[in-house]
């Protein structure tokens, strides 16, 4: 099944939610709000809490580095090292950039393919070109042009762009790009909750989410969808900590992107040791 830019808005618009399926591999996005509502003061920790399991991860040996380091193994060669990381004057984004820059380098394929889809939005965001007829449709608080294959629908906190296969969306903070095409999406928001960003290219996706405040809550994730290749498909961290760290990070390697629990059961162990 294959959905055009413009029906890829009104499902988002309907249900809240964003789908791009291709004919022989797809993208699925679903997007759910969580408030702060259950969110509390995150704990300062000097030594981590390694249980000996954790939902489907088992802790290999005992904890390393004088109790900041522990490593678990999980389902189909799943890996979760667990990191008690102090800030020792470094910035909070400088820390989870160099987990950032360590996880990519274990998939670089995927992360060449996502950063050459986001900079070919770009590049064709920048490009126009004008052809067919042109039509105008306005109405209270709407207005609808369409120039041949091109439309633009703007409505009080909406605004859709469609050119073909091509689609740019924006409804209050969200921005969402699709390219029916070639599978791509991408999406940035930020409200006072936080921010997203996801990165979708073919196979590959890169998600990453901060909550707002000072405090640092966390999580980037990049999966690939390819079936070959015995490398890894899932990788990323989950990182929560207090106001001037230590930051306790749980770093997730996986060989499948399906419905293991690793990521859950990593961001338990994070949750066991700082709080929600």
């Known amino acids: 099944m294959r ?10 618009i309907v249900s809240g939610g964003l789908a791009a399926c291709g004919d022989d591999a797809g993208i699925r996005i679903t997007t759910t709000r969580t408030g702060g509502e ?29 109790g900041k380091v522990c490593v678990y193994a999980g389902p189909r060669g799943a890996e979760v090292t667990l990191h008690l990381q102090p800030l020792d004057g470094t910035s909070v984004d400088e820390v989870l950039k160099a987990f950032e820059d360590r996880l990519s380098a274990d998939m670089p394929q995927t992360i060449a393919a996502i950063d050459a889809s986001a900079a070919k939005d ?40 469609a050119d073909g296969e091509r689609a740019s969306i924006r409804i209050g903070g969200i921005s969402i790009d699709a ?23 073919a ?34 961290y989950e990182a929560r900590g207090p106001v001037g760290g230590p930051l306790v990070i749980a770093v997730v390697r996986a060989k499948e992107t399906g419905e293991d629990p690793v990521f859950e059961d990593a961001r338990a162990l994070v949750t066991l040791n700082v709080g929600e």
């Open 3 to 12: 959905y055009s830019p413009l029906a890829l808005a009104s499902l988002l």
């Open 38 to 66: 259950g969110q509390g003061v995150l704990r300062v920790v000097d030594t981590l809490q390694c249980p000996e399991t954790q939902g489907s991860l088992t802790r290999k040996g005992t904890a390393q580095a004088g």
């Open 122 to 161: 770009r590049a064709d965001a920048e490009a126009a070109a004008a052809s067919g007829e042109r039509a105008t449709v306005e109405a209270p608080g709407v207005r609808v042009e369409a120039e041949g294959d091109k439309a633009n629908i703007r409505a009080p906190g909406l605004s859709i762009d």
């Open 179 to 201: 390219d029916d095409a070639s599978s791509q999406v991408n999406i940035e928001g930020a409200n006072d909750e936080g921010s997203v960003s996801v990165q979708a290219a």
């Open 203 to 236: 196979d590959g996706t890169r998600v990453r989410t901060r909550a707002s405040g000072d405090a640092t809550r966390a999580t980037w994730i990049v999966t690939d969808g390819q079936t070959t290749g015995i490398g890894w498909r899932l990788v990323g």
